[in-house]
């Protein structure tokens, strides 16, 4: 998609993003399923850990966008690159 910029070449759309075989192709250390994706989030930690995000429905959709953001960064190591980019 256009929204990805020039990482877009990298940036891979899975055709079933349920498919643990498929998920399981790339060896991902981390995995990140929206809310409402539990069923599919149980089968994926047999691959690798998993991180639901938030889809705000308590908050607006920008606060729910920062708190995901905030928290994909403290799990990679990249706080301050996540802090940097919803600033």
């Not at 930690?45 to 908050?59: I, L, M, N, Q, R």
């Amino acid at each position: 998609p256009l929204y990805y910029g020039e990482d877009a070449p990298q940036v891979v759309t899975l055709a079933d993003p349920e498919s643990v075989e498929e998920v399981a192709s790339f060896a991902p250390d981390l995995i990140y399923v929206r809310e409402g994706m539990e069923d599919a989030k149980a089968a994926m930690e047999a691959v690798a850990p998993v991180f639901v995000g938030f889809s705000g429905f308590e908050s607006t959709p920008a606060e729910s966008y920062y708190e995901n953001v905030r928290d994909l960064g403290a799990l990679t190591g990249r706080g301050e690159q996540a802090e940097a980019a919803i600033a």
